[in-house]
Structure formats: structure tokens, C-alpha cells
């Protein structure tokens, strides 16, 4: 039994206000060409299709083609929503696309559906469970635990239909414990702490949304595969990829990588403004790639993001590393900074003015203050 396991496709994502969309499309033509290779039993998408809830016309128009070329390529598919998405739209005429082996999950209620397939070792269930909350799980379950999101899963987990004679895969689109970020990542603004990993032991392979960088959560068999592009300059170095899973005998899973290539690539490059104007600096750069310019002059070049668009046009954003900025912080400081939640901030803060960590009470506190003004605001 084979499955490409992808995720976080975020169509209709805008990279410091520069479109993604022909990137995308690219990417997906590439990711129906494995497919056509590969001629897996399904595509396994874990969430986060769209960018937005309410995405655009591009997006839903190139989530349309691509679901279409991957039916058209014979391989079923399997979907959930993530927590970018809106469960409703994800999940319109779903009851009509199964006709066609494009399963989507619906709305959560408390039932997790599951396709079944059968190879030479027997039944393969493929379990769909769209990003959930702890309340809405102890809503559906209101005798049972689930005051925190790992027993909340636990709890759900232990209402589906698990034969102990047949495989089971898991997709889901959750924060695991001990997971690595990056900066395009919107983890726990408004949402859940993250979830055990220990949790998913009942399945031959949990394929995991919501995470953009690529990475095993404690082993093979619990996977994020990561988005097949690069949404922020924290991923500049990372290698994207689509996961291929192969299940054979029970207990036994194999799990590989096969390399995406960007129409464009998030590249960072840094130097003086002479050095990166020089001619023969440019001539052996790429410079239709998404940038992000690091100017090392200690003195500020006036309007420097106009003129060096003139060479590279997609550059997404410009800093400088110099004496002053540095006196200031780290660019990894700072972007640390900006990747922090607001709770996290606050704790900072509570720490350098009191001289010691927030208590238990005091952060409960505080976390359900920001969560009322969050629900407020929103």
C-alpha cells in the first residue's frame, strides 16, 4: 500500500504582499508528476489547503484543477481541513466527490469517517480527523476527558473504529509536542497547547498537517511532511519535499522523501549595496527569486528597496546588520521576538520587571484574559 502525504499548501498565500499563486501552480503540476510516477493508492492532503478561510478565486479555482488532475492520474484522495481553513468550504459537495474517490473530511461532529482500501496483507483504514479544539471534541464527548487537546484526541481516539486485525493511518492537522517552527507558522495565537505524539500509537502511520518544516515526530511512523514551498526566510535552508509511505506486513512502514524544485526560491543575500549593485555579483544570481536583503552598510542608503529592485524585483523585505541594528538585537533575536505568542511576550516581560517567572495561576490568568480579548476582537 503507497501514499504521497502532503500538507499546508496554504493556496492563495501572499509573501510580504507578492502572490504565490504561479508558484503554487507550479509546485502542484510537480507534485502530480510524482504522482503519475508513483501511481500511489492515495494522496494524503493533512490540512491547511487554503491560506485563508475565506480564500480567493485563484485558490479555490487551482485546488479545483488539482484535484481533478490527481483523479484524472487514478490515485484516490483523502483531505482534511486545517486550521487555515473554513471546514464548511473545504468540505462543500463532499457526499458528491466520493463518487469519485475524493474523500474529504466534513465538518467535525464527533464521527471520524475513514476510507478503506485492501492489499496483499489485508484492510488499510485511512482515518480523516480535520483540526479540532478540546471543546469541540468535549462538546461531542461531555462525560469523558478532554480538558486539554492530548486527551481530548485521546478521548476521540478512543471512539473510532480501531480493528486490532487491520492497519490503520491516521491524518490530522495538530501541533505535536517537541515539534520545530518556523516563522510562518501560526501555532498557538488563539489556539491549542500542543498535543502528545505518544497518543498516535495505535496507527501504522499518522500523517501530520500544520507544521511547515519537514521532520519525524519521535519516529517514521508520525510524520510531518511540511509545505511543498517556502513561506518565510526561516525555511531558506530547508529541502521541500513530498513524503512517500509505503505500509507493507503489519508493523512494517517505510518512509522516504521525494525533492520539490520552486519556480522561485526564498533566498537571503547579504553584502554592502556596492557589492550586491556590482555586476558580477548579480550576473551569477538568480534574481527573479523572492528575496530577502541584508544590507551590511553602517550607513542607511537612501532608498535602497527601490533601487535594488530595479536588479532584483521580488525583493520581500530589507534589513541591515550593522553596529547600530546590532546594538539593538540580533536579526535572529528579532525574529524570535516576532515569532513569540503574545502570552510568551508577556512572560518576557512579567520576568524583567519582577525578576522572576510568572507562576502557574499567574499564566492561567493571563492566557484566559488574552483569550477573552482575542474572542472579543475577533
Avoid at 479545483?64 to 482534511?80: E, H, K, N, S
Avoid at 496483499?120 to 485511512?126: M, P, S
Avoid at 471543546?135 to 469523558?144: G, I, M
Avoid at 533575536?333 to 503574545?342: H, Q
Wanted: glycine content about 6%; hydrophobic content about 40%.
Amino acid at each position: 500500500m503507497k501514499f504521497i502525504h502532503i500538507s499546508d499548501l496554504h493556496l492563495g498565500k501572499r509573501l510580504h504582499g507578492f502572490s504565490l499563486i504561479e508558484d503554487q501552480a507550479w509546485i502542484l503540476d510537480q507534485i502530480l508528476a510524482i504522482v503519475e510516477a508513483e501511481q500511489p493508492d492515495a494522496v494524503l492532503i493533512a490540512g491547511d489547503v487554503y491560506d485563508r478561510s475565506q480564500p480567493s478565486i485563484e485558490a479555490v479555482r487551482l485546488l479545483d484543477q488539482f484535484l481533478v488532475a490527481l483523479r484524472a492520474a487514478g490515485t484516490t484522495v483523502c483531505m482534511i481541513s486545517g486550521n487555515h481553513d473554513a471546514p464548511e468550504r473545504v468540505s462543500f459537495g463532499a457526499a458528491l466527490m466520493e463518487k469519485d474517490h475524493v474523500f474529504i473530511a466534513p465538518v467535525y461532529d464527533g464521527t471520524v469517517r475513514f476510507v478503506a482500501f485492501r492489499d496483499a496483507w489485508g484492510t488499510v483504514r485511512v482515518h480523516l480527523l480535520p483540526f479540532v479544539k478540546a471543546p469541540q471534541v468535549r462538546a461531542c464527548y461531555p462525560e469523558e476527558p478532554a480538558d486539554t487537546i492530548t486527551d481530548a484526541l485521546r478521548t476521540q481516539i478512543g471512539h473510532m473504529d480501531l480493528d486490532p486485525e487491520e492497519r490503520h493511518v491516521l491524518i490530522a492537522h495538530q501541533f505535536v509536542t517537541g515539534a520545530l517552527v518556523s516563522d510562518s507558522e501560526d501555532i498557538r495565537v488563539g489556539g491549542e497547547d500542543p498535543v502528545s505524539a505518544e497518543i498516535f500509537q495505535p496507527f501504522a502511520y499518522t500523517a501530520l498537517g500544520h507544521i511547515h518544516r519537514p521532520q519525524n515526530m519521535g519516529s517514521d511512523r508520525v510524520r510531518y511532511c511540511g509545505t511543498p514551498l517556502k513561506y518565510s526566510v526561516s525555511e531558506k535552508d530547508q529541502i521541500k519535499s513530498v513524503t512517500r509511505v509505503i505500509l507493507e506486513a503489519p508493523g512494517e512502514v517505510a518512509v522516504d522523501t521525494i525533492p520539490l524544485t520552486p519556480l522561485r526560491d526564498v533566498r537571503e543575500i547579504r553584502g554592502t549595496y556596492n557589492e550586491l549593485t556590482a555586476l558580477s555579483f548579480y550576473q551569477d544570481s538568480k534574481v527573479d527569486d523572492l528575496l530577502y536583503v541584508v544590507l551590511t552598510d553602517e550607513n542607511d542608503v537612501p532608498d535602497a528597496l527601490a533601487r535594488l529592485r530595479t536588479i532584483y524585483p521580488n525583493i520581500i523585505q530589507l534589513e541591515y546588520d550593522n553596529t547600530r541594528t546590532r546594538s539593538q538585537g540580533t536579526l535572529s533575536e528579532i525574529r524570535s521576538i516576532e515569532n513569540k505568542t503574545p502570552l510568551e511576550l508577556f512572560e518576557t516581560l512579567y520576568e524583567q520587571q519582577n525578576g522572576q517567572p510568572m507562576s502557574e495561576e499567574q499564566r492561567r490568568v493571563a492566557d484566559d484574559l488574552m483569550r477573552q480579548i482575542w474572542k472579543e476582537q475577533s
